[in-house]
């Protein structure tokens, strides 16, 4: 009892090292023994997949269907603070009006353009002989912004939306007013797109775009409402087209 056997056990542990490498085995796996031979374990259920990414998702193509989704979690601004502010007017329309977002004075009750800005917005339409009743008025963002402008984040998918909703709507012509709404959809603000016809294919086929001062710079510059004047005679000009 207690003897040493006989034998290096430390050569005896190396040449068994060593056999096991010209094997192939030179990595412990497991700290457990496994039974090579039992048959495998199958999964009862296939893991879900992944949610599809909200960019991804196919826009309704029905103008019931795309008013109803544009204010259900799925829209851009679902997460955003306040109501959201629908489009409003005839679809299809001859004349399409866009904004940027909702002005602080809109409401749920009122609508969009509902403040100051929407008494010069309803006079000026009046001027060319249309009304609320017969364009269809939409903005960018269906709620305002916290900072009062898009987020940058958004603003792609925001701009996709909105060349959708034009299509459904299908316009001749296009009023883009204010500058941060030329920039979204024209890639260029007010002063640089004012003067000309702007093409833009959509879904429907063509509309002519029209870019203008939104109301409330109007009601801060007076002055510019001659410039103004002369886009309002653009948009309801003959159809180049």
């Known amino acids: 009892m207690g003897a040493e056997l006989p034998g290096d056990w430390r050569a005896e542990a190396a040449s068994a090292l060593a056999w096991w490498a010209d094997a192939g085995v030179d990595l412990l796996v497991e700290d457990t023994p496994r039974d090579w031979f039992a048959a495998p374990l199958l999964p009862t259920a296939l893991p879900p997949s992944p949610p599809v990414p909200a960019d991804d998702v196919a826009l309704p193509t029905d103008w019931e269907a795309f008013a109803a989704w544009r204010r259900g979690p799925a829209s851009p601004e679902a997460g955003w603070r306040g109501e959201h502010l629908p489009a409003s007017g005839p679809v299809p329309a001859r004349v399409m009006v866009l904004v940027d977002c909702p002005d602080r004075e809109d409401g749920p009750d009122s609508g ?91 879904e429907a086929g063509l509309t002519e775009v029209v870019a203008s001062f939104h109301p409330r710079f109007l009601l801060e510059k007076p002055a510019a409402k001659a410039e103004a004047w002369k886009d309002l005679q653009m948009l309801i000009g003959e159809p180049t087209t």
């Open 112 to 202: 969009l353009m509902s403040g100051s800005s929407g008494k010069l917005f309803d006079r000026m339409l009046a001027a060319i002989g249309l009304s609320r009743e017969t364009v269809h008025l939409a903005s960018l963002c269906g709620k305002r912004p916290m900072a009062g402008r898009t987020p940058r984040e958004d603003e792609e998918r925001l701009v996709e939306i909105a060349r959708h909703h034009i299509g459904l709507v299908a316009p001749k012509r296009l009023l883009v007013m204010g500058d941060a709404a030329s920039r979204a959809l024209l890639t260029t603000g007010v002063q640089s797109a004012r003067g000309r016809l702007h093409p833009l294919n959509h």
